[in-house]
């Protein structure tokens, strides 16, 4: 994977925050937005916003449109030049200096770091002040209060956590999914009804036997395999694969690992959607805290997703709605290796931290929570 070096500070804070990192070459302002996020220690709580020679990118709002922000979805960092400046926080007003310095290494990674970032609402670069002299002097009459509000903020960094926090949400490509473009690298013909051959669904059900919903008995159709069968779709339906005179074969996109996984994730809809929310929050519940049974991830993931939602008849999505589009979902999660479920016990899959940069950010945001706690 080719990568591009940058060198980001955090500016008007002392001591110093600065990060090198090596982000993908074809990075999107929308994932080089992910990684900063990682790499920097932030939790995503805020707006932000991307400007260069004048011209800003973000997230469009359908509630505030401003004519003069570009949506950031579909441009390049590379499209900008060598000097951008990253906003974060309209409210605190954090500022970030992003220069790349020319080709990284062979993977996304952090390479180096200096300075602890700052905890989330502090009150900008002069909060900050205020909340360090508070927590250096154990006389101050802020200290107490100071060091109660801050939770699991330290004065450090951890160069090796962050690096891996960073990997994950560049993320990787799961292990079903390079199956299937193995098995049709050379074109795979299908039957007459458009499924798998029966060759190619053995090959994947001697990968994974626990698809297989008759137990142990050979599988005759991908149907017989559910996760296998969404997949497919899947993969079809986000252009990774391609039927052509009934020959099914990967496509120019799924040679390239970036690409690969930017489809993959495409196929849960826009971040701020309903699917993306509560999938991304699903996988992270059980990769934070361990497994657990539907109910009890219901649980988990609908105060998270918050008031506003309604089903498709206008009554506000509760509970029970929660767990029927969990069982919607079964197939794909555990097709895509983020899950794994033994008859109602979800656990993380493979993939839980590697795939969704919500699930990624999220198991680890609630995984420190707990152990501050």
């Known amino acids: 994977m080719k990568t591009a070096r940058l060198t980001v500070t955090l500016e008007h804070v002392e001591p110093a925050v600065v990060r090198v990192l090596d982000v993908p070459a074809g990075a ?6 992910d990684l900063l996020q990682a790499a920097f220690g932030w939790t995503n709580s805020h707006l932000h916003q991307f ?16 004519e003069d922000e570009h949506d950031e979805s579909g441009v390049k960092l590379r499209a900008l030049g060598g000097h951008v400046t990253y906003l974060y926080d309209f409210g605190d007003g954090w500022e970030h200096d992003v220069h790349v310095i020319g080709p990284g290494g062979d993977r996304p990674s952090v390479v180096a770091e200096e300075g602890a970032c700052p905890p989330e609402d502090v009150g900008g670069p002069g909060g900050y002040r205020e909340f360090r002299s508070a927590m250096t002097d154990p006389g101050h009459p802020e200290h107490e209060r100071c060091t109660t509000w801050a939770g699991s903020w330290r004065d450090g960094f951890d160069l090796a956590a962050t690096d891996l926090l960073v990997r994950q949400t560049a993320g990787a490509v799961p292990g079903p999914v390079r199956l299937l473009l193995d098995l049709t690298a050379d074109g795979v013909r299908l ?5 798998l051959p029966r060759a190619v669904v053995r090959q994947v059900q001697d990968r994974y036997p626990d698809w297989h919903v008759a137990g142990d008995v050979p599988a005759r159709i991908e149907d017989d395999l559910p996760p296998l069968a969404v997949l497919h779709d899947l993969m ?4 990774l694969l391609r039927l052509r005179n009934g020959v099914l074969s990967p496509t120019r996109a799924a040679t390239d690992e970036v690409e690969t996984i930017r489809r993959l994730r495409s196929w849960f809809g826009p971040d701020s959607g309903y699917e993306s929310m509560l999938v991304g929050a699903s996988v992270a519940g059980v990769a934070a805290t361990g497994p657990c049974r539907t109910g009890e991830l219901a649980a988990r993931v609908h105060p998270y997703l918050g008031h506003g939602w309604m089903t498709a008849d206008g009554r506000p999505v509760d509970e029970g709605h929660i767990r ?3 069982y919607r ?9 983020l899950v794994a479920v033994d008859d109602d016990m979800w656990s993380a899959g493979p993939s839980a931290r590697w795939l969704l940069p919500r699930a990624t950010a999220l198991a680890h945001l609630w995984a420190e929570t ?3 706690t």
């Open 329 to 337: 979902y079964r197939a794909c999660l555990v097709g895509l290796d």
């Open 370 to 372: 707990d152990r501050a």
């Open 191 to 195: 039957t007459p009804g458009g499924r």
């Open 28 to 33: 999107l302002l929308s994932e080089v937005h």
């Open 236 to 239: 079809r339906d986000v252009g």
């Open 324 to 326: 029927r589009d969990l």
């Open 51 to 66: 400007v260069a020679d004048g011209i800003r990118y973000g997230v469009p709002d359908l509630e505030w449109i401003d």
